[in-house]
T-cell receptor
Framework: GQNIDQPTEMTATEGAIVQINCTYQ??????LFWYQQHAGEAPTFLSY??LDGLEEKGRFSSFLSRSKGYSYLLLKELQMKDSASYLC??????????WGAGTKLIIKP | DTAVSQTPKYLVTQMGNDKSIKCEQN?????MYWYKQDSKKFLKIMFS???????INETVPNRFSPKSPDKAHLNLHINSLELGDSAVYFC??????????????FGPGTRLTVL
């Protein structure tokens, strides 16, 4: 079956660094997406990885290991506005996104 | 200015009723989607349309029917609403389907509550 696993909730301190892990099993693979979703709002795109390695975009970076079926999202210099859910999604062979339940990130002052 | 819009934002209705949710995108995208996000926050694909043709139809009850009058619109009709239909429904669009880099743009969501 197809499955995406990520932690339910994480807590971090303002200004610190946090890493949100995601493991995936999908029928085929066409890339790994990370989306951010603030409470009561729509998901918004953060990053896309299809090759192994690290993609950096400002304070956010995303890593992929295809052989391990593993990705992480790294958030640096955390700000209070980063409090949100972070959704991991794998694109399968039919170009369909299979979504995780999201990791709720709580930032404390 | 809004890229993907949905109406209504909130919908409260009684069991057994029929309701519709509208979605429009002004991005010129070829593919549109409907997702259901339940209380556990899983996003589940319900339908997607590419150039007015249904190309993914997940195992959703046939009480749910997507209707696309043109490629900028994908409406969702729900017949005989049940309590378990209560959720947030998101519309989304993307440039093309068969492309590995396929960022999806989401509408603001419609919170449906069935009483």
């Amino acid at each position: 079956g197809q499955n995406i696993d990520q932690p339910t909730e994480m807590t971090a301190t303002e200004g610190a660094i946090v890493q949100i892990n995601c493991t995936y099993q999908t029928s085929g693979f066409n890339g790994l997406f990370w989306y951010q979703q603030h409470a009561g709002e729509a998901p918004t795109f953060l990053s896309y990885n299809v090759l192994d390695g690290l993609e950096e975009k400002g304070r956010f970076s995303s890593f992929l290991s295809r052989s391990k079926g593993y990705s992480y999202l790294l958030l640096k210099e955390l700000q209070m506005k980063d409090s949100a859910s972070y959704l991991c999604a794998s694109m399968d062979s039919n170009y369909q996104l299979i979504w995780g339940a999201g990791t709720k990130l709580i930032i404390k002052p | 200015d809004t890229a993907v819009s949905q109406t209504p934002k909130y919908l409260v209705t009684q069991m057994g009723n029929d309701k519709s949710i509208k979605c429009e995108q002004n991005l010129g995208h070829d593919t549109m989607y409907w997702y259901k996000q339940d209380s556990k926050k899983f996003l589940k694909i319900m339908f997607s349309y590419n150039n007015k043709e249904l190309i993914i139809n997940e195992t959703v009850p046939n009480r749910f029917s997507p209707k696309s009058p043109d490629k900028a619109h994908l409406n969702l009709h729900i017949n005989s609403l049940e309590l378990g239909d209560s959720a947030v429904y998101f519309c989304a669009s993307s440039q093309v389907l068969a492309d590995s880099y396929n960022e999806q743009f989401f509408g603001p969501g419609t919170r449906l509550t069935v009483l």
